[in-house]
T-cell receptor
Framework: AQSVAQPEDQVNVAEGNPLTVKCTYSVSGNPYLFWYVQYPNRGLQFLLKYITGDNLVKGSYGFEAEFNKSQTSFHLKKPSALVSDSALYFCAVRDPLSGYSTLTFGKGTMLLVSP | ETGVTQTPRHLVMGMTNKKSLKCEQHLGHNAMYWYKQSAKKPLELMFVYSLEERVENNSVPSRFSPECPNSSHLFLHLHTLQPEDSALYLC?????????????FGQGTRLTVV
């Protein structure tokens, strides 16, 4: 079975400060990991993914995430937050050995960036 | 825009009504999905279609009936829904269902059952 946990319901950060949104996962093999963002009344937008290779993945809008196999984590980061980054962020995992196409999503973390 | 279009954006229906949600993608993707998003709950995968064949059905009540007439279109037919079915219904597509490609989501249909 595969699962993903986002331990924080909400993260608050001041504009210009670095931000981190946490994600941990559980799969039986090597995971495919994804981050998505959802703005109000919109669908999910893809930010970045880790499949293999370099543990530090860079994505859209200045976001990056670091894959840490020993800690089974894939935290989302940005060096300097913008007010416009305020949104709901979802981490997702797929176990490529499972034979199923299911992307398992976390429950989401609301990021609020204050001016 | 992600290339995945859903209509309608909002829908209010009574418990005895029949309605359909529509999803369209022109990205050349072979897999399409229906998700349900309820407040404070993880996204729930409802159905998966690959090359127009339903390949996964995650214990969804029969009052939800999907249809995939071709690789670009996906429908979700609704009948005799319950108030707890009120949610945001998201359609997504990806190049294929077992690869490492990301899914592209539509903007969703906000469904309210009264």
């Amino acid at each position: 079975a595969q699962s993903v946990a986002q331990p924080e319901d909400q993260v608050n950060v001041a504009e210009g400060n670095p931000l981190t949104v946490k994600c941990t996962y559980s799969v039986s093999g090597n995971p495919y990991l994804f981050w998505y963002v959802q703005y109000p009344n919109r669908g999910l937008q893809f930010l970045l993914k880790y499949i293999t290779g370099d543990n530090l993945v860079k994505g859209s809008y200045g976001f990056e995430a670091e894959f840490n196999k020993s800690q089974t984590s894939f935290h989302l980061k940005k060096p300097s937050a913008l007010v416009s980054d305020s949104a709901l962020y979802f981490c997702a995992v797929r176990d490529p050995l499972s034979g199923y196409s299911t992307l398992t999503f976390g429950k989401g973390t609301m990021l609020l960036v204050s001016p | 825009e992600t290339g995945v279009t859903q209509t309608p954006r909002h829908l209010v229906m009574g418990m005895t009504n029949k309605k359909s949600l529509k999803c369209e993608q022109h990205l050349g993707h072979n897999a399409m999905y229906w998700y349900k998003q309820s407040a404070k709950k993880p996204l729930e995968l409802m159905f998966v279609y690959s090359l127009e064949e339903r390949v996964e059905n995650n214990s969804v009540p029969s009052r939800f009936s999907p249809e995939c007439p071709n690789s670009s279109h996906l429908f979700l037919h609704l009948h005799t829904l319950q108030p707890e079915d009120s949610a945001l219904y998201l359609c997504a597509s990806s190049q294929d269902r077992l690869g490492n490609t990301e899914a592209f989501f539509g903007q969703g249909t906000r469904l309210t059952v009264v």
